[in-house]
């Protein structure tokens, strides 16, 4: 791979006009565009992980997004975030979830030509360690992170370009871990359903009981204002971030200084753990099923159930299971919506009986563990699948070699 010769990223591109393209300058988007139903808009939010997040949009017209063609986007482009979040690189999936896209005013687009370069590979390249700091060379941090010029740092930045039959087996061997990491995220999700499933079937019965949360909870507070610290050793703090279709992602997780963090405050094992401000993420709602130290900042709302009262597996997910309620009830002013801790004590939950719960308990126990296997799967593949990228893109690791582990893997 020391031979792969390099050549400026637009020369890759497309045979048309507008293959490589920023988004509209905000006044041609503004909040006044938005509507309920119609063409999404791709944003940071959905670039975060790599993988393209193919939800939480904010919609314009058809009429809108005729206006701004430049900035439409397809399968298989690549979109760069160039203010704000800089680094960040995903590709429309190949069966995306709509039909038509258009990228938000952060956003650069770059289509290319599919005869000689693979969008699957220059994916990976980018986020390659090389292909990461390629694009950083061009970032600015004072004021707001940005790229200087970014159509003209992405068009001239330096890429790789191996032969098509090369760029495809590389696709391939990484393409399949993410493959096995997406089929392990349908299993927790599936997991997450069922046992929303099960709880809702006992709630059903007529036998079930109507209770307020601040009636089976032993703690309900609002977390802590972190004290940043970089020291790996220091108290995990999570965020509104890291709550996420009903499940804790440690990811966006940092440390703060946990010397005067009180007992209320940190985490025990079935703690339930609410998002309570913003606008998009309050009413979030998941449970914490780790027993390793943690905390949570004050926009998220610790609620801990009393074992005296009810079972705290069976509590935690009837508040999963009313968490559009939790949604609707934020108030305030846009943009700065609140949760009162007296609006979620006088929440009611249904509760089956006691003699229920134990049986309900032992099904979702058993989700959980296989939740939990798939996740822990997940982190394995994504270490070995950043690790592998990391040597192919640098010459360090044959193909063969890789694709030898790939199958050892799956």
């Known amino acids: 791979m020391a031979e792969w010769k390099y050549v400026e990223y637009q020369d890759l591109a497309a045979a048309e006009r507008a293959a490589f393209s920023m988004g509209p300058f905000g006044s041609k988007i503004t909040k006044d565009n938005y509507v309920a139903d119609g063409i999404p808009v791709v944003r940071g939010v959905n670039l975060a992980k790599g993988v393209f997040v193919d939800d939480e949009f904010v919609f314009i017209d058809e009429a809108k997004a005729d206006e701004i063609m430049s900035a439409n986007v397809d399968p298989g482009d690549l979109i760069f975030t160039h203010?704000?979040?800089?680094?960040?690189?995903?590709?429309?999936?190949?069966?995306?979830?709509?039909?038509?896209?258009?990228?938000?005013?952060?956003?650069?687009?770059?289509?290319?030509?599919?005869?000689?370069?693979?969008?699957?590979?220059?994916?990976?390249?980018?986020?390659?360690?090389?292909?990461?700091?390629?694009?950083?060379?061009?970032?600015?941090?004072?004021?707001?992170?940005?790229?200087?010029t970014p159509l003209t740092s992405i068009r001239k930045l330096k890429v790789p370009l191996p032969s098509r039959k090369e760029q495809e087996a590389i696709a391939a061997a990484l393409g399949a871990l993410d493959e096995k990491i997406t089929i392990n995220e349908r299993i927790v999700a599936t997991a997450h359903s069922l046992g929303l499933a099960f709880y809702e079937r006992e709630a059903a019965s007529s036998e079930a009981m109507r209770m307020e949360v601040g009636a089976l909870a032993s703690v309900v507070t609002r977390g802590v204002a972190?004290?940043?610290?970089?020291?790996?050793?220091?108290?995990?703090?999570?965020?509104?971030?890291?709550?996420?279709?009903?499940?804790?992602?440690?990811?966006?997780?940092?440390?703060?200084?946990?010397?005067?963090?009180?007992?209320?405050?940190?985490?025990?094992?079935?703690?339930?753990?609410?998002?309570?401000?913003g606008v998009g993420t309050l009413g979030r709602v998941a449970r914490w099923t780790s027993a390793d130290e943690a905390t949570v900042d004050s926009h998220v709302t610790i609620v801990r159930l009393d074992p005296e009262k009810v079972?705290?597996?069976?509590?935690?997910?009837?508040?999963l299971s009313a968490q559009s309620q939790i949604e609707a009830?934020?108030?305030?002013?846009?943009?700065?919506?609140?949760?009162?801790?007296?609006?979620l004590e006088e929440l009611q939950l249904v509760i089956p009986l006691a003699a229920r719960q134990a049986q309900l308990r032992s099904r979702l126990v058993a989700l959980e563990i296989r939740s939990g296997a798939a996740l822990a799967e997940c982190d394995t593949l994504g270490v070995l699948r950043d690790n592998l990228l990391s040597q192919l893109m640098s010459g360090k690791l044959r193909l063969r070699d890789a694709e030898r582990i790939v199958e050892d893997a799956a």
């Open 83 to 148: 203010r704000g979040t800089i680094g960040q690189v995903s590709m429309i999936p190949r069966a995306p979830k709509f039909d038509r896209y258009v990228i938000g005013s952060s956003q650069v687009k770059t289509r290319l030509d599919e005869s000689v370069a693979l969008p699957e590979f220059y994916y990976y390249w980018f986020r390659s360690s090389e292909g990461r700091a390629s694009i950083l060379a061009h970032a600015s941090t004072v004021g707001v992170p940005g790229i200087a």
């Open 329 to 343: 009830m934020g108030v305030g002013s846009t943009g700065q919506t609140e949760l009162r801790r007296s609006q």
């Open 311 to 319: 079972d705290p597996v069976c509590g935690g997910f009837a508040l």
């Open 226 to 277: 972190p004290k940043y610290s970089e020291d790996p050793d220091e108290l995990t703090v999570l965020n509104q971030k890291c709550i996420r279709d009903g499940r804790v992602s440690l990811a966006p997780a940092r440390k703060t200084a946990g010397g005067k963090v009180k007992p209320p405050k940190r985490l025990v094992r079935h703690d339930v753990l609410v998002n309570s401000t």
